[in-house]
């Protein structure tokens, strides 16, 4: 468990990063926090000839609401995202989901935009990007651009991102006033990689009802994934026990979940139908109200 | 703790004499070691084919890499392959090549050492060797190895079966045909990983001027390994030092010989450098031996009252691909049948065992060896039995538990139990966990159910000569030794056989020899792990160290403490019968005539104006060897409160209780954190962890992702209390313990999850239980909640 040999570069701006990707795009990646990264370098399942380390790279850790969007500088650590005010303001969900990301240390090194980078099916800033219609930047020599993370997310560990392109940031708009968030998982140990994990953000109308749902889901799919299907079924109603079960169901009931060697099918679907159940209803309830 | 508190060290919650540097991060771990100038890295490269034939190596990529080397077969000609199993009844004699030829036999058998000026450069030599396999059909379990035509995993084995055994006492049939009641069940292990925290490695150094080989090795068993390398290198045991350095976590994984600590040696033999090798996680799952792969098939013949009266077991074990050195292929399948009777009372006993061999990684001994599987087996079934028979859970065991009036006893088995109190534990334990109570917690949590489980176990521990004999263990002397050296200084250096790895020796052993010499035991220091300094010894497994080893330490302590009364007696013109060591003095009693321990040490060592007694020897060293003459049989009674999530199926320890009997203790800080650790090594496989190997046999475990071992999130707290019944055939009053808690936790965690399915109609009788399984049942199988 030793890496096969790599250039490493570490670029102090995100100029010179850009410059080195396009310099090496034939055989490129990305360092942030390493948490996935080293992994897969040392059991040499990823063997980029050069590595453009991010760790010295000024202006990318920045936490901040901007004109209605919360923006995550790509190399923010986990805990620092988990604990920032801003987060908490505007988008308390990924807090909440953060607290799954890990152990703490593993959390002190993560960086947001590593795992929205690395794409990973268990991944809770994924599932929360999706959740949150999140949009990834992506700088490269002499540009940028700007796509929505479910057009980002392409497959299991595969993204839209060009090999010379590194994502930049993450922009979350702002949850409107009064939206309730609520985030549930589970692995098969007390801390894991989650084997089913459930996001949900609800916006109560005045009446009582829902105004608006969004819920997205891990272990659904090979990726992270919306449940458009409840959204559309509970919008403009009320978040009643059987309502929402036959909702969830219905919505599962057309996933194509992974079998492996953590759990079935089968189970990943009846543990979501549970888990996306408990998730609505608590977020439906008073317990968590974005300012 | 039962009784008051110990006047003297022998029983006291000293700190452990070794966490200091452990915790300030300054212990030596074998990678924390120098390499010597000039040393190689090794990779051993390891088979991707659980059996495939060798046509061809080709190593001549690696010539792209700077200084790197391959070693094949061909290069170690004069190699012998291994015989890990004897030629004694039962066994069938197979052979283990060091570096496979031309057949490999598991997914992670040794084909070449790589070498290079670091183990970076290895690994990528490694990858330039191209071996040619002829991929061959696998046998991966344990039906398979046995059907009709399966073929064989060795010749010398045509039916797979490498030991088998079968025992009927007399009068058997009999008592068994008359039984009223008879139930059956099989009960299937979990194949599992020991996962210590530090990988096996090695660093081999051979000086030809000096004609000195050493070996450091992460090993429990440093006189073994040397042994091994002079029975199959050919070397003499005078120039062959094995020292096991800090070692990080062994629980029987590294009480084994492994290929790579002979290869190493020979490696830096032919190449005259240097050999380190650090093996990773990968090669820890892949090579390391696995465990546990068994299966009990069960036949408990009761009478009308719930009374044992007759048992009939069949059991397998998985072997895989060869029998280890030294415990060779029947440590599982032997150990299972032998601890089977446990603390229960009936003397009508069938059995019969074998084990088998498969293409997958060799099994060896984990923390309790069978005994976790066997009393999943035995406590099953009482559960079982007490539900068929309409009695709780506790009077089906009272009835069958071994009494006072019984003991000494000699069980089924044929193993002798000096003393033990087994009512009093399981009476103890039940109020401890608030047993009776348990009814107010059931339904407590409408997303829940729970269920409370029960365990009466037993351990065997501290075998000598005799019963490694009786194994067929040959390479095992089973005896320990102790050498004690008083210095002038009254401070004592204190040698033992043996070597630790976070049973903290060098805190008991000095509190064991500090109770005779009047010293503490910060005066006393233990040197273990180093055959140059160690005298000759087993090494530590099998719980063996405070009872075989510390027999040896209470000897010598009292060889040196009668030699210091006659020394002291001389010199203050006392009959040495009344002399008392206490405190740092020899005193006459009662007198308040004293001399201090080191004004007696300097007079041994002729450093006072006074000599020794006429015809006295001078100094204060011995070295005493110690034979258990019988195993001593700790016990223990868990209780454990789970509760099962309806919408996950997800299983939460709510509650854990211990009572425990392991004689008098020696340091119940240290015995406490043994048991703490052993449950949790109980937990894992009884509901997480799970080697899995696909049709072809190919592992797909092999990190700590996929292998789910629990963390301290998915630890109850563990309330726990001690009766201590000196033990009557050891030295000392002690018991071993130190597996005692694995053994417990498997089928106190079964049968708390069967209780919870109760409702339910279900039994569930293989490990690990999944999340998944308890889910199905809770959602298909309703029943009726109110039981």
């Known amino acids: 468990?030793?890496?096969?040999?790599?250039?490493?570069?570490?670029?102090?701006?995100?100029?010179?990063?850009?410059?080195?990707?396009?310099?090496?795009?034939?055989?490129?990646?990305?360092?942030?926090?390493?948490?996935?990264?080293?992994?897969?370098?040392?059991?040499?399942?990823?063997?980029?000839?050069?590595?453009?380390?991010?760790?010295?790279?000024?202006?990318?850790?920045?936490?901040?609401?901007?004109?209605?969007?919360?923006?995550?500088?790509?190399?923010?650590?986990?805990?620092?995202?988990?604990?920032?005010?801003?987060?908490?303001?505007?988008?308390?969900?990924?807090?909440?989901?953060?607290?799954?990301?890990?152990?703490?240390?593993?959390?002190?090194?993560?960086?947001?935009?590593?795992?929205?980078?690395?794409?990973?099916?268990?991944?809770?800033?994924?599932?929360?990007?999706?959740?949150?219609?999140?949009?990834?930047?992506?700088?490269?020599?002499?540009?940028?651009?700007?796509?929505?993370?479910?057009?980002?997310?392409?497959?299991?560990?595969?993204?839209?991102?060009?090999?010379?392109?590194?994502?930049?940031?993450?922009?979350?708009?702002?949850?409107?006033?009064?939206?309730?968030?609520?985030?549930?998982?589970?692995?098969?140990?007390?801390?894991?990689?989650?084997?089913?994990?459930?996001?949900?953000?609800?916006?109560?109308?005045?009446?009582?009802?829902?105004?608006?749902?969004?819920?997205?889901?891990?272990?659904?799919?090979?990726?992270?994934?919306?449940?458009?299907?409840?959204?559309?079924?509970?919008?403009?109603?009320?978040?009643?026990?059987?309502l929402v079960r036959d909702a969830v169901r219905a919505a599962l009931a057309e996933c194509e979940p992974p079998s492996d060697l953590v759990a079935s099918a089968a189970h990943r679907r009846a543990v979501l139908e549970g888990l996306a159940e408990r998730a609505i209803l608590r977020a439906a309830g008073a317990e968590r109200a974005a300012a | 703790m039962d009784g008051p508190a110990p006047a003297g060290p022998f029983g006291a919650r000293l700190p452990r004499k070794e966490d200091p540097r452990l915790l300030r991060g300054e212990a030596r771990f074998l990678d924390d070691i120098e390499v010597p100038p000039g040393t190689l890295h090794a990779v051993f490269l390891r088979s991707p084919h659980a059996h495939a034939r060798?046509?061809?190596?080709?190593?001549?990529?690696?010539?792209?890499?700077?200084?790197?080397?391959?070693?094949?077969?061909?290069?170690?000609?004069?190699?012998?392959?291994?015989?890990?199993?004897?030629?004694?009844?039962?066994?069938?004699?197979?052979?283990?090549?060091l570096l496979c030829r031309d057949l490999v036999r598991f997914v992670g058998d040794c084909v070449a050492i790589v070498l290079a000026e670091d183990a970076y450069a290895a690994e990528d030599a490694a990858e330039l060797v191209a071996v040619d396999y002829e991929p061959l059909p696998a046998i991966v379990t344990l039906e398979q190895a046995l059907a009709e035509g399966a073929g064989s995993v060795h010749r010398e084995a045509p039916d797979n079966v490498l030991f088998r055994n079968q025992v009927t006492t007399e009068g058997f049939d009999a008592a068994f045909a008359a039984a009223p009641h008879v139930f059956r069940e099989t009960f299937v292990g979990s194949r599992v990983a020991t996962v210590s925290l530090e990988p096996r490695g090695c660093l081999a150094r051979h000086d030809p001027g000096l004609d000195e080989t050493v070996l450091w090795s992460s090993t429990q068993v440093p006189h073994l390994v040397r042994n091994m390398l002079c029975e199959v290198l050919g070397l003499a045991d005078t120039a062959v030092r094995v020292i096991a350095p800090d070692v990080g976590g062994g629980f029987g994984v590294k009480a084994s010989v492994y290929p790579e600590e002979i290869l190493a040696i020979a490696a830096a033999r032919l190449l005259g450098r240097p050999v380190k090798w650090a093996g990773d996680r990968q090669d820890d799952f892949l090579?390391?031996?696995?465990?546990?792969?068994?299966?009990?098939?069960?036949?408990?013949?009761?009478?009308?009252?719930?009374?044992?009266?007759?048992?009939?077991?069949?059991?397998?074990?998985?072997?895989?691909?060869?029998?280890?050195?030294?415990?060779?292929?029947?440590?599982?399948?032997?150990?299972?049948?032998?601890?089977?009777?446990?603390?229960?009372?009936?003397?009508?006993?069938?059995?019969?065992?074998?084990?088998?061999?498969?293409?997958?990684?060799?099994?060896?001994?984990?923390?309790?060896?069978?005994?976790?599987?066997?009393?999943?087996?035995?406590?099953?079934?009482?559960?079982?039995?007490?539900?068929?028979?309409?009695?709780?859970?506790?009077?089906?065991?009272?009835?069958?538990?071994?009494?006072?009036?019984?003991?000494?006893?000699?069980?089924?088995?044929?193993?002798?139990?000096?003393?033990?109190?087994?009512?009093?534990?399981?009476?103890?334990?039940?109020?401890?966990?608030?047993?009776?109570?348990?009814?107010?917690?059931?339904?407590?949590?409408?997303?829940?159910?729970?269920?409370?489980?029960?365990?009466?176990?037993?351990?065997?521990?501290?075998?000598?000569?005799?019963?490694?004999?009786?194994?067929?263990?040959?390479?095992?002397?089973?005896?320990?030794?102790?050498?004690?050296?008083?210095?002038?200084?009254?401070?004592?250096?204190?040698?033992?056989?043996?070597?630790?790895?976070?049973?903290?020796?060098?805190?008991?052993?000095?509190?064991?020899?500090?109770?005779?010499?009047?010293?503490?035991?910060?005066?006393?220091?233990?040197?273990?792990?180093?055959?140059?300094?160690?005298?000759?010894?087993?090494?530590?497994?099998?719980?063996?160290?405070?009872?075989?080893?510390?027999?040896?330490?209470?000897?010598?302590?009292?060889?040196?403490?009668?030699?210091?009364k006659r020394i002291a007696g001389h010199l203050l013109e006392a009959d040495e019968a009344d002399i008392v060591l206490r405190d740092g003095r020899a005193e006459v009693v009662g007198t308040g005539l004293s001399v201090t321990i080191e004004e007696v040490a300097r007079t041994a060592y002729a450093m006072r104006p006074k000599g020794v007694p006429p015809g006295e020897s001078f100094g204060l060293d011995t070295t005493e060897y110690w034979d258990q003459p019988f195993s001593s049989v700790s016990a223990a009674v868990h209780v454990a409160e789970v509760s099962i999530e309806k919408a996950t199926g997800r299983v939460k320890v709510e509650?854990?209780?211990?009572?425990?009997?392991?004689?008098?203790?020696?340091?119940?800080?240290?015995?406490?954190?043994?048991?703490?650790?052993?449950?949790?090594?109980?937990?894992?496989?009884?509901?997480?962890?799970?080697?899995?190997?696909?049709?072809?046999?190919?592992?797909?475990?092999?990190?700590?992702?996929?292998?789910?071992?629990?963390?301290?999130?998915?630890?109850p707290d563990i309330a726990m209390e001690h009766i201590e019944t000196p033990a009557l055939d050891t030295k000392g009053g002690v018991k071993g313990m130190a597996e005692g808690g694995t053994i417990g936790a498997i089928p106190v965690l079964l049968s708390a999850i069967n209780d919870a399915l109760r409702p339910h109609g279900a039994w569930i009788h293989a490990i690990p239980v999944r999340a998944e399984q308890l889910l199905r049942i809770i959602r298909t199988q309703p029943g009726t909640p109110e039981g």
């Open chain 1, 1 to 242: 468990m030793k890496p096969p040999p790599f250039r490493h570069l570490a670029p102090r701006s995100i100029e010179e990063a850009c410059d080195m990707l396009a310099e090496h795009a034939d055989s490129v990646r990305v360092l942030a926090g390493g948490q996935s990264l080293m992994a897969l370098l040392v059991m040499r399942m990823a063997r980029p000839a050069v590595l453009v380390d991010l760790n010295r790279c000024a202006g990318l850790d920045d936490i901040a609401v901007e004109g209605g969007v919360l923006r995550l500088g790509a190399m923010a650590r986990q805990i620092a995202v988990q604990r920032a005010p801003a987060v908490a303001q505007a988008a308390p969900l990924l807090a909440e989901a953060l607290h799954w990301a890990g152990p703490r240390a593993v959390r002190n090194r993560g960086t947001i935009g590593g795992s929205i980078a690395h794409a990973d099916p268990s991944s809770e800033a994924c599932c929360v990007a999706l959740c949150l219609d999140a949009r990834v930047v992506l700088a490269r020599r002499g540009g940028s651009r700007e796509m929505a993370a479910r057009d980002f997310f392409r497959d299991a560990l595969v993204t839209a991102a060009e090999p010379e392109e590194m994502v930049t940031e993450i922009r979350i708009p702002v949850l409107p006033p009064g939206t309730r968030c609520a985030f549930e998982e589970v692995g098969v140990r007390q801390a894991d990689l989650a084997m089913a994990g459930i996001a949900v953000a609800l916006t109560p109308a005045p009446d009582g009802g829902i105004a608006a749902l969004r819920v997205a889901a891990i272990g659904a799919g090979g990726l992270p994934l919306r449940l458009d299907a409840v959204e559309g079924a509970l919008r403009g109603r009320r978040a009643e026990p059987g």
């Open chain 2, 54 to 97: 060798i046509l061809g190596i080709d190593a001549s990529g690696v010539r792209d890499i700077p200084g790197a080397l391959v070693l094949t077969a061909a290069d170690l000609p004069q190699l012998p392959p291994l015989r890990p199993d004897l030629p004694l009844p039962g066994f069938a004699v197979t052979e283990r090549p």
């Open chain 2, 287 to 564: 090579s390391s031996s696995h465990a546990r792969d068994m299966r009990f098939g069960v036949e408990m013949a009761m009478d009308a009252d719930g009374v044992l009266a007759a048992i009939r077991i069949d059991v397998l074990a998985n072997a895989g691909a060869y029998g280890g050195i030294p415990f060779g292929s029947s440590i599982e399948a032997g150990g299972g049948p032998r601890t089977f009777p446990g603390p229960y009372r009936f003397r009508h006993y069938a059995f019969r065992t074998r084990a088998v061999a498969t293409h997958t990684t060799p099994s060896g001994p984990y923390r309790g060896v069978a005994a976790p599987i066997a009393f999943m087996a035995f406590e099953g079934m009482m559960d079982r039995a007490a539900a068929a028979l309409g009695l709780t859970r506790e009077e089906i065991r009272r009835r069958n538990l071994l009494d006072t009036a019984d003991f000494p006893f000699v069980n089924a088995s044929g193993i002798r139990y000096d003393i033990a109190s087994h009512h009093r534990t399981l009476t103890k334990a039940l109020a401890l966990s608030e047993w009776e109570d348990f009814v107010l917690r059931r339904d407590a949590d409408p997303d829940k159910i729970r269920g409370i489980g029960i365990a009466c176990v037993t351990e065997q521990t501290g075998q000598g000569s005799t019963r490694y004999r009786a194994r067929g263990l040959l390479r095992i002397p089973g005896i320990e030794a102790a050498r004690l050296k008083m210095e002038p200084s009254g401070r004592a250096t204190l040698a033992v056989s043996q070597t630790t790895q976070g049973q903290g020796h060098l805190t008991t052993f000095a509190q064991m020899a500090a109770e005779h010499l009047g010293i503490p035991p910060a005066h006393i220091t233990v040197l273990e792990g180093d055959t140059a300094v160690s005298p000759f010894g087993s090494g530590t497994f099998a719980s063996r160290s405070v009872v075989a080893a510390g027999g040896a330490v209470i000897t010598a302590a009292e060889v040196i403490a009668k030699k210091m």
């Open chain 2, 655 to 715: 509650r854990y209780s211990i009572v425990h009997d392991c004689g008098r203790v020696v340091n119940p800080m240290i015995v406490d954190g043994q048991v703490h650790g052993a449950v949790v090594q109980g937990l894992g496989p009884a509901l997480m962890e799970r080697l899995v190997h696909d049709e072809h046999g190919q592992l797909l475990t092999t990190t700590l992702l996929d292998y789910t071992l629990p963390t301290a999130l998915d630890v």
